[in-house]
């Protein structure tokens, strides 16, 4: 079955970017997602990308799509004490449905 | 635009005894979806529904677990008996129709003792 991973845990210095990484098993993904969710909070689409792209840049967000290795990353540049949050990535075999599959989420921590 | 709302935020309450979660979805959304999260995992689908039909409750433990949407707009999430393992947060979602953006309510913290 499908399965996704992240690493659990980002300490990143206020200003420096924040690389948040992801694996994912099934290779019929079509589209992935990146989630953020602040504390008490629900999940709020930050970016996806479209599985035959290598990249999608959005302001400060950059998502980088290896499909050959089933690794998705998305990069925060000049992070900010507002970026402190999960992050979860997720895939689906159609936009915004079809089982959308979340990782188990990334808490960041921004360093002052 | 009011989001997704859901009621209760907090609840707690003895293993066996039974539970409901409600969720008003953005109005005019169509497709309205469950989770369930549990600490330190991602969340997982439990319910979809398209307006007043289940699209998807494939992962839904029936024998403890249902959910409806009468008049396809509200919709209530109910446990019983509920179990330690159900301590989760349930969140709710929607979608303008079944390919689009989900937007996510604050969600409703369980705690089964």
């Known amino acids: 079955g499908e399965d996704v991973e992240q690493s659990l845990f980002l300490s990143v210095r206020e200003g420096d970017s924040s690389v948040i990484n992801c694996t994912y098993t099934?290779?019929?993904?079509?589209?992935l997602y990146w989630y953020k969710q602040e504390p008490g909070a629900g999940l709020q689409l930050l970016t996806y990308i479209f599985s035959n792209m290598d990249m999608k840049q959005d302001q400060r967000l950059t998502v980088l799509l290896n499909k050959k290795d089933k690794h998705l990353s998305l990069r925060i540049a000049d992070t900010q004490t507002g970026d402190s949050a999960i992050y979860f990535c997720?895939?689906?075999?159609?936009?915004?449905?079809?089982?959308?599959?979340f990782g188990t989420g990334t808490r960041l921590t921004i360093i002052p | 635009e009011a989001g997704v709302a859901q009621s209760p935020r907090y609840k707690i309450i003895e293993k066996r005894q039974s539970v409901a979660f409600w969720c008003n979805p953005i109005?005019?959304?169509?497709?309205l979806y469950w989770y369930q999260q549990i600490l330190g995992q991602g969340p997982k689908l439990l319910i979809q529904?398209?307006?007043?039909?289940?699209?998807?409750d494939s992962q839904l433990p029936k024998d403890r677990f249902s959910a409806e949407r009468l008049k396809g707009v509200d919709s209530t999430l109910k446990i019983q008996p509920a179990k330690l393992e159900d301590s989760a947060v349930y969140l709710c979602a929607s979608s303008l129709d079944s390919r689009g953006e989900l937007f996510f309510g604050e969600g409703s913290r369980l705690t089964v003792l």
């Open positions: 997720a895939e689906s075999w159609d936009f915004g449905n079809e089982k959308l599959t």
């Open positions: 099934d290779s019929s993904s079509t589209y």
């Open positions: 529904f398209q307006n007043n039909g289940v699209v998807d």
């Open positions: 109005s005019g959304h169509a497709t």
